[in-house]
């Protein structure tokens, strides 16, 4: 298949895109496991669930963290390089984790890898929408994505059944391994893409003077809140309150990956035809089903057909929030890709810490899925309101994938 990239004929996109997945695929398994480890953490720690949750938090936190600040240290650095440099910084904080001898230690090790998490997903999805058409580029991030829904199906749940078997410290090994495997690929297989010529920092910084920016970060950081809050505590929710087994955690994470999986490539079909009607639709179906969890949670059936829902219409979020900060940052769009990125992990960290709070305040564990409906039909006011603003001052976003003109670009070499 042989798409345009510079307005220069690419025909290694696939393997390109291929080579972004697989990095996903190991963040997103580490990002997410540790949910599913939660009960097992705790007692080797000796600390409480909500204290657990702040491996969550912290590591949600780091993303916050990273995500701008690893964007604007390689700013000077080829994309490649800095893909490359960041997967082994997630190695290392991986490893750090696996070989944590106190909670403090691995919550550090998870802050480490936390660090690469937002500047590789903001580059990546840079990189990815560069490599096709102006009109397919929603699609392309959300095949960067699939390897982060993919690890959800995969990753997380052997993870997850390897951590309650073997040990928790032995699922933090295998991601580190998965790594180095990320590494590899993105070294063989993603091109050496000239950086646009004629962008400083001060071009990506200016991306957040608009106003329109800002709000889609502010639907990203509700949106996806909602998610987490919910999902965070889906060990002690599912065991507690509707009878599971510890050990049918793991395929309870499948089915919300094969949500995850399904919503995000919906989402990026839809994103290039109607990029805000989906979100309207995603966010206000999100807030009903996570509101309607708090009572579903009580039955195995319905729990379970809840958790794939809130998977997949979470994650239908996700490429067009991606692609409407991109066509909004005009011109320099890495910093804010990244720093949506972090937007994503800004609202997990809201949403865990608020879940722990109503946990700890004695409401249950079924009380953090009112906390995400409602940040959830918050996100969907946000979206309400930009798009109103956007008709009232005429502002159209535009669709960006390089600082200078098609003419005046660099062909790719691979």
Wanted: glycine share 14%; proline share 5%.
């Amino acid at each position: 298949m042989l798409l345009q990239s510079f307005g220069k004929v690419y025909p290694h996109m696939p393997l390109a895109l291929l080579a972004l997945a697989i990095g996903a695929f190991g963040i997103g398994t580490t990002e997410f496991v540790i949910m599913g480890l939660l009960p097992e953490v705790a007692g080797d720690f000796g600390v409480s669930i909500p204290t657990a949750g702040l491996l969550v938090t912290g590591y949600a936190l780091g993303v916050v963290i990273g995500a701008p600040l690893m964007t604007v240290l390689g700013t000077k650095v080829p994309r490649k390089r800095m893909l490359m440099l960041l997967m082994g910084l997630f190695i290392v904080g991986n490893l750090l984790s696996a070989a944590a001898p106190a909670f403090t230690v691995m919550l550090i090790g998870r802050v480490i890898a936390s660090l690469a998490h937002g500047a590789f997903f903001g580059i990546g999805s840079v990189v990815a929408a560069e490599l096709v058409a102006a009109d397919k580029r929603a699609g392309a991030i959300a095949m960067m994505f699939t390897g982060l829904t993919v690890a959800n199906v995969v990753g997380v749940p052997l993870g997850t059944l390897i951590g309650q078997d073997v040990g928790w410290r032995a699922t933090f090994g295998i991601v580190a391994a998965l790594g180095v495997v990320g590494l590899a690929g993105i070294a063989r297989l993603v091109p050496d893409l000239p950086r646009p010529q004629g962008v400083h920092l001060r071009h990506e910084l200016g991306a957040f003077r608009n106003a329109q920016v800002l709000l889609a970060m502010a639907m990203t950081v509700l949106g996806f809140g909602g998610v987490f809050a919910a999902i965070t505590y889906i060990a002690p929710m599912m065991t507690h309150v509707a009878g599971f087994a510890d050990g049918s955690v793991t395929w309870l994470l499948v089915l919300f990956g094969l949500g995850m999986v399904g919503g995000n490539l919906v989402g990026g079909k839809f994103a290039d035809r109607a990029l805000m009607p989906m979100l309207y639709v995603s966010l206000g179906a999100l807030a009903v089903v996570l509101a309607l969890f708090t009572l579903t949670a009580h039955n195995k059936i319905a729990a379970a057909s809840t958790i794939a829902l809130i998977g997949a219409l979470g994650f239908a979020t996700v490429p067009p929030l991606q692609k409407r900060v991109l066509d909004q940052a005009h011109g320099a769009p890495t910093l804010a890709s990244a720093v949506n990125i972090g937007a994503f992990n800004l609202g997990n960290a809201l949403s865990a810490w608020l879940g722990g709070l109503v946990i700890t305040a004695g409401l249950g564990y079924t009380a953090p899925n009112w906390v995400g409906a409602a940040l959830a039909a918050s996100a969907l006011a946000v979206a309400v309101l930009s798009a109103t603003l956007e008709r009232r001052h005429g502002t159209r976003g535009t669709v960006v994938a390089s600082a200078v003109p098609t003419e005046q670009r660099t062909p790719v070499h691979h």
